[in-house]
C-alpha cells in the first residue's frame, strides 16, 4: 500500500463540479482582480472567524500587512517562537523589525507563556503566536503578559483554521491574526492566497488602502499611502467560498483520524496532546521518535511518506544568524524537538484501511 502525505488531487476531486462552476463564472465575469468574488469570500470567512477580513495575496503578506497596520516602527522588538515556518518572521526583517525568540513548550511545541515575560524590554511592541501543526497556542496566558506590557497579539493562523480555544476560533483569539490557505493548508486555495483578520475596523480598512497600491475605496490614481500589490486573485476567492463549506467537516475527520494514531501510539512514542477546552486542528500530526533517519527510511520502505516541520528551528537558520547572531543552546526544547519530530500523513480523504496501515507501519519502523 502507498499512503502519500497529502493528497489534493483526490481532495479537489470531491467538489470538482462546484469549483468549476464558480471558476467558470469568474471567467464569465472577467473580473480577475476585486471581483465580487472577493467581497463574497471575505464576508463568509468573516462570519467563520469573527471580525473582519481583509483577503490578500499569502500568508507571508498577510503578516506583513498585519505589522503594518499596528503602526510599528524600525527597531521594534517582537517575540516569536523559535520554533516554526520561517515565514513566520520573514515580514520582521523586511520591516526593519527585531524578533525575540522564546522557547516553545515541550509538549505542545508552541511558544511558552512562561518564558515570554524575560525576553520583554521597553522595544517590544508585539507576540506573534503561532498556531503551530494547528494546536492554538496558550492564548489566555499570553493575553496577561500581553495586557500587562500593552503588547498586541497576532496570531499566526497559516496552520490553525477552525482551532478554538473555550469555543473560540483562531482569528478572533489575539488582537489581528494571518491566514495561509497555500493549497496544502487545512483550507487551500488553487494557488496562493491569504487572509487578514481582526475586530479592528481601522486596522483592517488600513490592510484593504496598502493591499492595493494604497488606494482608498473607489479610488483609480489616487493613492493615500505607498502600498503595495497584495491582493487575492477573484478566482482563488471563488474557490475558497466554495470550501470554505465543507471546512468543519474536513476538520472533523482530520481530529478523528488523529484521535486514532494517538489512540494505538500513545504507549509507543511521543503523540500530540491536547489540553483542555482546545481544539488541535492537526494541520500535522506530529510525533517523535528516537531514531528518525532509520525510521523514515522504514516508513519510505513500506510506501509511507512522511514530513518534517521543521528539521531547523528559526534561530538556527544562516542568514537569521548573520542579522542576529548565532543563538545555538538557547532554546532548547525547539532544538532537541527539531532533531525527533516527524510528521505523520493526515488528510481527510484519508481511508480505513491508509490510517491503519499508517498505524502499522510506525510501530514497525521505529
Ligand atoms: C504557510 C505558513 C505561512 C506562510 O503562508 P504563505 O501563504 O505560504 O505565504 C506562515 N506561517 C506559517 C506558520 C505557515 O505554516
Not at 469573527?50 to 495575496?57: F, K, L, N, P, T
Not at 493548508?185 to 484593504?208: C, M, T, Y
Not at 478523528?256 to 494514531?261: G, H, L, P, S, W
Not at 500530526?285 to 518534517?308: C, K, S, W
Request: net charge negative; hydrophobic share 40%.
Amino acid at each position: 500500500m502507498k499512503v502519500p502525505f497529502n493528497d489534493l488531487y483526490t481532495h479537489n476531486r470531491s467538489m470538482h463540479q462546484e469549483i468549476q462552476d464558480a471558476i467558470a463564472s469568474v471567467i464569465e465575469s472577467s473580473a480577475f482582480v476585486d471581483g465580487p468574488a472577493i467581497g463574497e469570500f471575505e464576508k463568509r470567512f468573516s462570519s467563520f472567524c469573527g471580525g473582519e477580513v481583509a483577503a490578500v495575496s499569502n500568508g507571508t503578506d498577510a503578516l506583513m500587512l498585519a505589522l503594518l497596520s499596528l503602526d510599528l516602527k524600525p527597531g521594534d522588538e517582537v517575540i516569536v517562537p523559535a520554533q516554526s515556518f520561517i515565514a513566520t518572521i520573514e515580514p520582521l526583517f523586511f520591516l526593519g523589525l527585531k524578533p525575540i525568540f522564546v522557547d516553545c513548550c515541550s509538549e505542545t511545541y508552541n511558544i511558552d507563556p512562561q518564558k515570554v515575560e524575560t525576553a520583554i524590554t521597553s522595544r517590544t511592541k508585539a507576540i506573534i503566536a503561532v498556531h503551530l501543526y494547528g494546536c492554538p497556542a496558550d492564548i489566555k496566558a499570553l493575553r496577561q503578559i500581553a495586557t500587562r506590557y500593552d503588547l498586541k497579539i497576532i496570531e499566526d493562523s497559516a496552520q490553525g483554521h477552525c482551532a478554538e480555544i473555550d469555543g473560540v476560533r483562531a482569528g478572533s483569539l489575539g488582537d489581528i491574526a494571518t491566514f495561509s490557505f497555500y493549497p496544502g493548508k487545512n483550507l487551500g486555495a488553487f494557488g496562493d492566497a491569504g487572509a487578514v483578520v481582526s475586530k479592528n475596523q481601522e486596522w483592517i480598512k488600513n490592510v484593504r488602502v496598502l493591499r492595493n497600491h494604497g488606494r482608498q475605496k473607489g479610488a483609480k490614481y489616487e493613492h493615500s499611502a505607498i502600498g503595495f500589490n497584495c491582493r487575492m486573485d477573484t478566482i482563488q476567492a471563488a474557490v475558497l467560498t466554495v470550501k470554505l463549506d465543507r471546512l468543519e467537516e474536513w476538520t472533523d475527520r482530520r481530529r478523528k483520524i488523529a484521535a486514532q494514531y494517538t489512540n494505538h501510539l500513545k504507549d509507543i512514542v511521543k503523540t500530540p496532546i491536547e489540553t483542555k477546552g482546545v481544539r488541535h486542528v492537526y494541520h500535522l500530526y506530529v510525533i517523535e521518535v528516537p531514531r528518525r533517519e532509520d525510521f523514515i527510511a522504514n516508513m519510505r520502505e513500506l510506501g509511507v511518506q512522511t514530513g518534517i516541520h521543521y528539521p531547523i528551528p528559526m534561530h538556527l537558520h544562516q542568514p537569521v544568524v548573520n542579522a542576529l547572531g548565532d543563538k545555538r543552546g538557547f532554546f532548547p526544547n525547539a532544538e532537541r524537538s527539531a532533531e525527533h519530530i516527524v510528521s505523520l500523513p493526515i488528510y481527510p480523504e484519508m481511508t480505513e484501511q491508509q490510517i491503519e496501515y499508517v498505524i502499522e507501519a510506525t510501530k514497525r519502523s521505529l
